[in-house]
């Protein structure tokens, strides 16, 4: 069992940055991909950025150029640098752990953007 816990969601003004983080616990397999997806309103959830145990990233196109994921195997920790926020970026962010076979979710954290 894996438990996925973020952080650092809140309200910020378009222009502005944040900082999501999430930690992971329990059973993790080493062979993982740890990622962050989003939800808005009324809206399917869908891919912010992922990032390989080694490092590869993949990011969704409205995350390219602004948002940058990294993580920290020795923690099990996965971060999302968040810049230029606009209010489109409103939504619930989700934390997600990937390995063969299994995929694990956090709470989400809210993040809101205004204009």
């Known amino acids: 069992q894996v438990q996925l816990v973020e952080s650092g969601g809140g309200l910020v003004q378009a222009g502005g940055s944040l900082r999501l983080s999430c930690a992971a616990s329990?059973?993790?397999?080493?062979?993982?991909?740890m990622g962050w997806y989003r939800q808005a309103p009324g809206k399917q959830r869908e891919l912010v950025a992922h990032i390989t145990q080694g490092g590869s990233t993949n990011y969704g196109d409205s995350a390219k150029g602004r948002f940058t994921i990294s993580r920290d195997n020795a923690k099990n920790e996965v971060y999302l640098q968040m810049n230029s926020l606009k209010p489109e970026d409103t939504a619930v962010y989700y934390c997600n752990l990937r390995t063969p076979g299994n995929t694990d979710w956090g709470q989400g954290t809210q993040v809101t953007v205004s204009s």
């Open positions: 329990g059973s993790i397999f080493s062979i993982n991909t």
